[in-house]
């Protein structure tokens, strides 16, 4: 098996990462963390441990991520996300256990609202050339949108009289 493209992905995401401002980075963080729950879903229904108990882990590793970035004493904001985290870590190692599709049905449920709302923020942030990519089109500029500006300030010009 040619590892190569495996290499290449790996390249490219720690290149982006490098570079990557915070919101990127969480919004990657939440979408591995659904992967990682998809993947151990997937290995239950195989009774593949290893995958499964790999997969969990690594959600539990980024969870955890998560959780370091949050100073519960500066709002009850963080509070709140790191309990919830707190509580995902405890339903992952309990859904390991006991092969409960059901608990990591829950952990997804209540991350994936979380993870929708980073995804509309970045994408409000986001540059024109990511815009563009993503298809988003700016509004063609009509010929009374170019004058308006003009139009606006002419009122302020001093009058030759």
């Known amino acids: 098996m040619n590892a190569t493209p495996k290499l290449y992905a790996r390249v490219a ?4 990462l490098e570079d990557a401002p915070p919101h990127r980075i969480r919004r ?3 979408q591995a963390i659904l992967d990682a729950l998809a993947g151990a879903r997937r290995a239950m229904d195989r ?3 290893p995958a499964k108990g790999s997969q969990l882990s690594y959600a539990i590793e980024l969870l955890g991520a998560l959780m370091d970035e949050l100073d519960p004493e500066a709002s009850a904001l963080e509070a709140q996300m790191h309990d919830l985290y707190h509580y995902l870590v405890r339903r992952i190692v ?3 256990f006991e092969n409960d599709r ?3 049905n829950e952990c997804q449920d209540l991350l994936t609202p979380i993870a929708r709302a980073w995804d509309k923020t970045a994408m409000s942030e986001a540059s024109p050339a990511e ?6 089109r700016p509004e063609p500029v009509t010929a009374a949108a170019k004058r308006a500006p003009t139009d606006r300030y002419q009122q302020f010009e001093p009058s030759h009289s």
């Open 13 to 16: 995401l720690q290149g982006a």
């Open 28 to 30: 990657l963080a939440y």
């Open 47 to 49: 009774r593949d441990v």
């Open 94 to 96: 309990r859904a390991n």
């Open 102 to 104: 059901a608990a990591l």
């Open 131 to 136: 815009a563009y990519v993503r298809g988003e």
